[in-house]
């Protein structure tokens, strides 16, 4: 039924909250799952006490019941558990408070988790969240590493000592958070937002050690989930044991048996690669001794033939024949000039046998007249005509007389 205020006729603070009452009173019985956050169970008080909170939503709601509807699960509830309850809501008229009175209450079961995994992670999954593809690599050397596990826990010691004692310089950046219960997804998502913002870490662990499937159940959240795979820095999930596979596993960019195995699979040994130093350099060196060993083997064996060997026999051989050519050639050179001198000899005889000065040395003469004509007639002169006479010791001018004629 609507009621009318106005400044002038207020409504008193106790009839609001009856008409809240009221109004609450009509909801009814509902069924109601959650997970405890704080459970207060005083002694001798016939009340049980409970938080009940949302573990997808910052929301929570006061539970009461009985002490014997509690005491039939008390065995199995406590901080922590999902449950399931038949709550009535009920309002505290004189606090204006709201609560939750149980009548029945129910634990969640393994198998029905499980199978909400499942759907959530078959639903991840068709997003492309697991895929391969989306693996980052992890760096070979980082030089700062991130850390996100519970404080003081196993995980972390594994973690720190392990690494630590394969490469003592590397470096942590830890945040500790709280790994189980109502709060361990919202401080492990923003640890992990933290890191990955962080400019000098370069790779994230988020560790924890074994626990049941309820205990493992933060790292299933879809928050966090989201929050990994939004990261820009490759993330190492290490959580549990080998057998215990959150959804944290798959999203993450390498999946860790173990926080040991974290520590192991992030930070390489120095020791193993000193020794894989010395074994590459021992490698290069035997490759770059038989490689000079092989040249120095093929230079000798080039060095051997006898082409090589005795350079000199390419030219002795072609040089005594040169010799014998050129000797060759003397001789016959030799020989054709003999015979040229001969012949020459020869014809210079018979040249000076024939020559007019050889008929001059033997008295003749050779008379001209003066127009240089040779008188070979003497019909040709008249007497007291100048001649001139040349014999073999020189000439002289004579004079052709009467008689002569």
């Given at each position: 039924?609507?009621?009318?205020?106005?400044?002038?006729?207020?409504?008193?603070?106790?009839?609001?909250?009856?008409?809240?009452?009221?109004?609450?009173?009509?909801?009814?019985?509902?069924?109601?799952?959650?997970?405890?956050?704080?459970?207060?169970?005083?002694?001798?008080?016939?009340?049980?006490?409970?938080?009940?909170?949302?573990?997808?939503?910052?929301?929570?709601?006061?539970?009461?019941?009985?002490?014997?509807?509690?005491?039939?699960?008390?065995?199995?509830?406590?901080?922590?558990?999902?449950?399931?309850?038949?709550?009535?809501?009920?309002?505290?008229?004189?606090?204006?408070?709201?609560?939750?009175?149980?009548?029945?209450?129910?634990?969640?079961?393994?198998?029905?988790?499980?199978?909400?995994?499942?759907?959530?992670?078959?639903?991840?999954?068709?997003?492309?969240?697991?895929?391969?593809?989306?693996?980052?690599?992890?760096?070979?050397?980082?030089?700062?590493?991130?850390?996100?596990?519970?404080?003081?826990?196993?995980?972390?010691?594994?973690?720190?000592?392990?690494?630590?004692?394969?490469?003592?310089?590397?470096?942590?950046?830890?945040?500790?958070?709280?790994?189980?219960?109502?709060?361990?997804?919202?401080?492990?998502?923003?640890?992990?937002?933290?890191?990955?913002?962080?400019?000098?870490?370069?790779?994230?662990?988020?560790?924890?050690?074994?626990?049941?499937?309820?205990?493992?159940?933060?790292?299933?959240?879809?928050?966090?989930?989201?929050?990994?795979?939004?990261?820009?820095?490759?993330?190492?999930?290490?959580?549990?044991?080998?057998?215990?596979?959150?959804?944290?596993?798959?999203?993450?960019?390498?999946?860790?048996?173990?926080?040991?195995?974290?520590?192991?699979?992030?930070?390489?040994?120095?020791?193993?690669?000193?020794?894989?130093?010395?074994?590459?350099?021992?490698?290069?060196?035997?490759?770059?001794?038989?490689?000079?060993?092989?040249?120095?083997?093929?230079?000798a064996s080039v060095r051997s033939r006898p082409v090589l060997a005795a350079p000199h026999r390419l030219v002795d051989g072609p040089a005594d024949e040169v010799a014998a050519l050129v000797e060759r050639a003397r001789r016959c050179l030799g020989h054709r000039l003999d015979a040229a001198e001969s012949d020459l000899g020869h014809?210079?005889?018979?040249v000076v046998a024939l020559s007019p000065l050889a008929t001059l040395e033997r008295g003749y003469a050779v008379l001209q007249r003066t127009d240089g004509h040779v008188v070979t007639d003497p019909a040709q002169v008249a007497a007291g005509e100048q001649l001139h006479a040349k014999v073999a010791e020189g000439a002289f001018d004579?004079?052709?007389?009467?008689?002569?004629?």
């Open positions: 039924m609507a009621n009318t205020s106005s400044p002038e006729a207020p409504i008193p603070v106790g009839k609001v909250s009856a008409l809240i009452g009221g109004w609450i009173d009509r909801l009814g019985e509902v069924w109601v799952e959650g997970q405890i956050t704080q459970l207060s169970r005083r002694p001798g008080a016939g009340v049980v006490f409970l938080t009940l909170r949302d573990p997808e939503r910052d929301v929570s709601l006061t539970v009461t019941c009985f002490r014997a509807v509690f005491d039939r699960v008390a065995e199995d509830v406590q901080e922590g558990s999902r449950i399931i309850l038949l709550a009535k809501p009920e309002w505290y008229l004189a606090r204006g408070t709201l609560s939750l009175r149980a009548s029945e209450i129910r634990l969640v079961g393994l198998g029905e988790l499980l199978a909400r995994l499942e759907h959530l992670k078959r639903r991840l999954a068709a997003e492309g969240l697991f895929a391969a593809e989306r693996k980052r690599p992890l760096p070979f050397l980082p030089h700062c590493i991130g850390l996100v596990t519970g404080r003081g826990s196993a995980a972390e010691r594994d973690v720190l000592e392990n690494a630590r004692r394969r490469w003592p310089a590397v470096r942590f950046e830890v945040r500790n958070v709280p790994v189980q219960g109502v709060s361990a997804v919202a401080q492990v998502s923003a640890a992990v937002r933290e890191l990955d913002a962080h400019p000098e870490v370069d790779v994230i662990i988020v560790a924890r050690g074994g626990g049941s499937v309820e205990d493992l159940l933060p790292f299933s959240d879809e928050e966090l989930v989201r929050t990994v795979a939004a990261a820009r820095t490759p993330v190492v999930s290490a959580i549990g044991h080998e057998p215990d596979q959150p959804l944290l596993d798959w999203v993450a960019d390498l999946r860790a048996s173990t926080p040991t195995d974290a520590a192991k699979r992030v930070v390489p040994d120095v020791g193993e690669e000193l020794t894989k130093v010395h074994q590459l350099r021992d490698r290069a060196r035997r490759q770059v001794f038989g490689r000079v060993e092989r040249e120095l083997a093929g230079l014809t210079l005889a018979r004579v004079t052709v007389g009467e008689a002569n004629v």
